[in-house]
């Protein structure tokens, strides 16, 4: 029997549409949301960018994708809370996980891309810190009252606190990681963790080992009541069934960002490594992902895929993961996962 190493798959992209045409990117980002529902995979996410032609804003986004699907997971990969209102954040986040049937991860980050450009146009709660923006974020989402006594309203008295209030939305808040720091907050407050394919160099200077060293980290010193869970973000490009001319569009990909990967890389006051893409056929992506430290049978795995791909290229590469790596790996769909669990419970019926 294969070794179950990916207990659990997704997939994040992040909806690049053509200039002067939003809804086209859009469209088609929602019909792969149900390309990959219908394919079994646990999780859909979407990235939130700014001053690109990509989604900007995740939460309307999936709140349209909520009613395209019925089963997959929705997840925000991520939004920057430099940017955002803590409280307003936590009503959209409410809203989105009541349309949805509780089935958002919220993943949020400390970051603030473009402030440089951006200056006031910016300003989210510039004041804060950014971690102090997380906590405000989780205290919204676990909906204490704000008063002791019952807020009046036209429907009658309420308790005052943000609505809609989803119990347990807390329990589903993935921090997006990359530091020491940001590994640290998440495990010491019980938060989910995501890991992207860039990474602080620590003493190394590879990703996987630098990477290995957050994960351990997290696991260390993990607390609170949830169990510590971890995603890992890889760029997959499977040659598998792909046409000549796309596995040439591949080669081409992957080999314009090959020099990023050879030596760290100075990011601001930050130094950091950057993990290969993994192109190639499925046997060769399966030999890799067997031998990545961070795939160790507890991590669940997010597909990071290339921006500006066309939708059957992106539909033959959500395939191939599906039928030919996956599989490998010990994974099962979503779908079969259900299948199997309501035959047992008949069984002991």
């Known amino acids: 029997m294969t070794d179950q190493l990916i207990p659990n798959a997704g997939l994040i992209l992040a909806g690049s549409h053509p200039e002067g045409d939003p809804r086209a990117g859009l469209e088609q980002t929602l019909r792969l949301f149900s390309f990959a529902e219908d394919l079994g995979y646990d999780v859909a996410g979407i990235r939130q960018r700014h001053l690109e032609r990509g989604i900007s804003s995740a939460l309307p986004f999936l709140a349209a994708a909520s009613q395209r699907t019925q089963r997959i997971r929705l997840e925000t990969g991520v939004v920057p809370l430099g940017y955002e209102t803590p409280f307003r954040l936590a009503e959209d986040f409410g809203t989105v996980d009541a349309l949805s049937g509780g089935r958002v991860n919220v993943g949020i980050s400390t970051s603030s891309p473009h402030g440089d450009l951006l200056g006031d146009l910016g300003r989210g709660d510039a004041a804060a810190e950014p971690y102090v923006?997380?906590?405000?974020?989780?205290?919204?989402?676990?909906?204490?009252?704000?008063?002791?006594?019952?807020?009046?309203?036209?429907?009658?008295?309420q308790i005052p606190r943000i609505e809609p209030h989803i119990p347990g939305l807390r329990d589903r808040v993935w921090l997006g990681g990359g530091s020491e720091r940001s590994v640290r907050w998440a495990a010491r407050h019980g938060l989910k963790l995501l890991l992207g394919n860039l990474s602080d160099a620590g003493g190394h200077d590879r990703f996987e080992p630098a990477q290995r060293v957050h994960l351990d980290l997290y696991h260390s010193e993990f607390v609170g009541d949830g169990v510590p869970t971890v995603g890992v973000e890889r760029v997959i490009v499977p040659t598998t069934s792909a046409t000549a001319e796309q596995r040439e569009h591949y080669r081409a990909y992957a080999e314009a960002r090959e020099p990023r990967t050879t030596r760290p890389a100075e990011l601001g006051a930050r130094r950091v490594v950057f993990q290969r893409d993994l192109v190639g056929s499925a046997e060769e992506i399966v030999d890799r992902l067997r031998d990545d430290p961070s795939i160790d049978g507890r991590t669940e795995l997010r597909v990071a895929l290339p921006y500006g791909f066309s939708e059957d290229e992106y539909r033959q590469i959500f395939s191939d993961i599906r039928h030919a790596i996956l599989p490998e790996l010990g994974w099962t769909p979503a779908e079969a996962r259900v299948d199997e669990r309501l035959i047992t419970s008949r069984e002991v019926a």
């Open 133 to 157: 923006l997380v906590e405000r974020l989780l205290e919204a989402l676990e909906g204490h009252a704000l008063a002791a006594e019952p807020l009046s309203t036209p429907y009658g008295p």
